[in-house]
């Protein structure tokens, strides 16, 4: 159950609601947005007993494990502000696109200019990578952070970046627009913890082997920390199949977008990670309801630090926006 309070709320009525014999658990949960009463347990009762007590603006029960995530309390979809009149769910879809490394000043000018040309108003790129060898580049940190950053401010470029570990958070926080959690890290729930923390938003990549309840799950660590600026992410799962990197769950998208109100993109760069399938797999997760897509872009892919082989060039990038753009008046139609 969720009890959603008002937001003149006095801690005599919270203590008061408290102290009725409910045989529940609460927890006590203060967001950006509002104050929340999550109450654990199974006896049954009338919600209007709770309703009418002072203090509370409203009372929901949820049976699912994910509580504050689920739409059976939110029925309206949650859309989420990055700043600048940019934002992402409810009717609101943005491209995020850029390489998957951040390389070279020369590198973040060239992708800067595509995205402009192209309206692209999210850059995406990695300043610490988690690699499976740990002899991959991994990455410029904080110097290729600074610097990104300056110059995505000047063009009015939003920046959606990885973060790997609780002790990077402060340090970037000033030079990010977007926290992105990735596959590795979905299930981290100390750095979890510590974004729920703090008021930017947060894109949560689904675990390599994680079900949709499992990433629900990890996204009520953030909002049940006081960050209620959660993007969910297909990122496509390992399965026994070899024909391409990841097994890219078309399925997951809408029944995401059915079981929770956040926002939900799509990544067909890894999803499929086999560059002439990404613009297919983009098409087919925006007409599975995706709010987003986020894609690895690089002038020339080949010569990529890393993940050249799922990256698009500029040509097919400005090819796949065009019929995305398409797609998306497919949708709304």
């Keep these: 159950m969720i009890i959603q309070l008002k937001n003149s709320v006095s801690d005599y009525e919270v203590t008061a609601i408290k102290s009725k014999d409910l045989g529940y658990t609460f927890n006590d949960i203060q967001t950006q947005v509002a104050r929340y009463l999550i109450c654990i347990g199974k006896k049954e009762i009338d919600l209007r007993e709770i309703g009418f007590l002072d203090g509370v603006q409203d009372v929901h029960k949820v049976s699912d494990a994910y509580k504050l995530t689920s739409t059976k309390w939110k029925v309206g979809k949650t859309s989420i502000d990055i700043g600048d009149g940019i934002k992402i769910g409810n009717g609101d879809f943005q491209i995020m696109a850029g390489p998957c490394s951040i390389e070279s000043e020369d590198q973040i000018r060239s992708t800067i200019a595509h995205l402009k040309q192209a309206g692209i108003k999210i850059m995406r790129g990695g300043v610490y990578k988690p690699r499976s060898s740990p002899y991959s580049f991994r990455g410029l940190g904080m110097d290729g952070l600074r610097l990104w950053y300056k110059l995505a401010k000047e063009n009015g470029i939003k920046i959606v970046t990885e973060v790997m570990q609780v002790s990077q958070i402060a340090e970037m926080h000033d030079y990010v627009d977007i926290f992105q959690v990735g596959a590795r890290n979905s299930q981290n729930f100390n750095l979890l913890d510590e974004l729920g923390k703090v008021d930017k938003p947060v894109l949560l990549k689904r675990g390599m082997s994680g079900t949709i309840e499992e990433l629900l799950q990890s996204a009520e ?69 995706a709010d987003g897509v986020i894609m690895e872009v690089h002038e020339c892919p080949q010569k990529a630090f890393s993940d050249g082989q799922q990256t698009l060039d500029y040509k097919q990038s400005i090819k796949l926006i065009d019929k995305m753009n398409q797609a998306r008046l497919l949708v709304e139609a």
């Design 221 to 289: 660590y953030v909002f049940s920390n006081g960050n209620e600026k959660i993007i969910l992410c297909e990122r496509g799962i390992r399965t026994y199949e070899k024909a391409y990197r990841n097994t890219m769950d078309i399925n997951a998208i809408t029944i995401l977008k059915d079981k929770s109100h956040l926002p939900v993109v799509a990544d067909p760069s890894h999803g499929i990670g086999v560059r002439k399938y990404v613009d297919k797999i983009a098409l087919a997760s925006i007409m599975a309801g």
